[in-house]
């Protein structure tokens, strides 16, 4: 009687890999497409710095990390704006003084801005002098040396740097290079406002860059079309957290927190 000898694994023969249908490639592209989609819905998404008014908490081609988890979500945290809300956020949550928000242009809804959060629904802001009043109250203000940059013509500047802090205690580096910023075309003086009341369900927001940065100073009603004005809850996209990368200011700003 002969004995069966057991089968080599080395002689098994190999099965064919079973190659992909077409079908099949695009519903695994299409799913992972859907999963990309969702997380930067509802967690988060990757922006690219298109100016230097945030200048020198962030520079222009910078690319930062936005939570969408911090306030909650609108018809903004979406591709293609859906009103899928009627106008209102789901699971909103208000934002800090001194944050960095991404938000929607109101007066441009295709536009989006960075900034930061200065005035609460409620707040009286002003600038006099140069300096920013909250309230009544002038933020306290202390001199961080300077930062060399490029003006339109290439041509470098010393730019005077201020750490303010804000009521609550929250602090950052704001760049002044005009102590009298007068627009000698509309005459607007953006060191020397009036008082603005930030309405119910809106916010006060500035750039960091103070004389280069249209922000929450700045309206249609002062002769600045595209400007944002006050901006309504409902437009805020998310929270400036990280610095993926960036190619330009001190060494060691890659993934950095903005907080």
Same mark, same amino acid.
């Given at each position: 009687?002969?004995?069966?000898?057991?089968?080599? +694994?080395?002689?098994?023969?190999?099965?064919?890999?079973?190659?992909?249908?077409?079908?099949?490639?695009?519903?695994?592209?299409? /799913?992972?497409?859907?999963?990309?989609?969702?997380?930067?819905?509802?967690?988060?998404?990757? /922006?690219?710095? +298109?100016?230097?008014?945030?200048?020198?908490?962030?520079?222009?081609?910078?690319?930062?990390?936005?939570?969408?988890?911090? *306030?909650?979500?609108?018809?903004?945290?979406?591709?293609?704006?859906?009103?899928?809300?009627?106008?209102?956020?789901?699971?909103?949550?208000?934002?800090?003084?001194?944050? =960095? =928000?991404?938000? $929607?242009? +109101?007066?441009?809804?295709?536009?989006?801005?960075?900034?930061?959060?200065?005035?609460?629904?409620?707040?009286?802001?002003?600038?006099?002098?140069?300096?920013?009043?909250? &309230?009544?109250?002038? =933020?306290?203000?202390? $001199?961080?040396?300077?930062?060399?940059?490029?003006?339109?013509?290439?041509?470098?500047?010393? #730019?005077?740097?201020?750490?303010?802090?804000?009521?609550?205690?929250?602090?950052?580096? =704001?760049?002044?290079? &005009?102590?009298?910023?007068?627009?000698?075309?509309?005459? /607007?003086?953006?060191?020397?406002?009036?008082? *603005?009341?930030?309405?119910?369900?809106?916010?006060?927001?500035?750039?960091?860059?103070?004389?280069?940065?249209?922000?929450?100073?700045?309206?249609?009603?002062?002769?600045?079309?595209?400007?944002?004005?006050?901006?309504?809850?409902?437009?805020?996209?998310? $929270?400036?957290?990280? #610095?993926?990368?960036?190619?330009?200011?001190?060494?060691?700003?890659?993934?950095?927190?903005?907080?």
């Amino acid at each position: 009687m002969t004995e069966t000898q057991p089968v080599s +694994p080395l002689l098994t023969p190999k099965k064919a890999k079973k190659k992909e249908t077409p079908g099949e490639m695009f519903r695994s592209f299409a /799913f992972a497409v859907l999963l990309a989609l969702l997380f930067r819905s509802v967690a988060y998404e990757p /922006f690219h710095i +298109p100016s230097g008014s945030m200048l020198s908490t962030l520079y222009e081609g910078d690319y930062i990390f936005v939570s969408k988890l911090s *306030y909650g979500y609108s018809r903004y945290s979406f591709p293609f704006s859906p009103d899928m809300f009627g106008g209102e956020r789901v699971l909103g949550t208000m934002p800090a003084r001194g944050d =960095v =928000v991404v938000f $929607r242009n +109101p007066v441009d809804t295709s536009t989006d801005y960075i900034k930061r959060v200065i005035g609460l629904p409620g707040d009286r802001v002003q600038m006099k002098h140069d300096r920013l009043y909250i &309230n009544g109250t002038l =933020v306290e203000q202390t $001199r961080r040396g300077d930062v060399t940059l490029p003006d339109s013509q290439g041509q470098m500047h010393a #730019i005077p740097r201020y750490e303010e802090t804000l009521p609550g205690g929250r602090s950052h580096v =704001v760049l002044d290079a &005009n102590p009298d910023n007068q627009d000698p075309t509309t005459g /607007f003086n953006s060191d020397n406002t009036a008082v *603005y009341t930030v309405p119910e369900g809106h916010f006060f927001m500035m750039g960091d860059n103070r004389d280069n940065s249209q922000d929450s100073r700045f309206s249609k009603e002062l002769g600045y079309g595209n400007a944002p004005g006050f901006v309504p809850f409902e437009n805020l996209i998310g $929270r400036a957290e990280i #610095i993926a990368f960036s190619w330009k200011g001190e060494p060691g700003r890659w993934l950095k927190s903005i907080l």
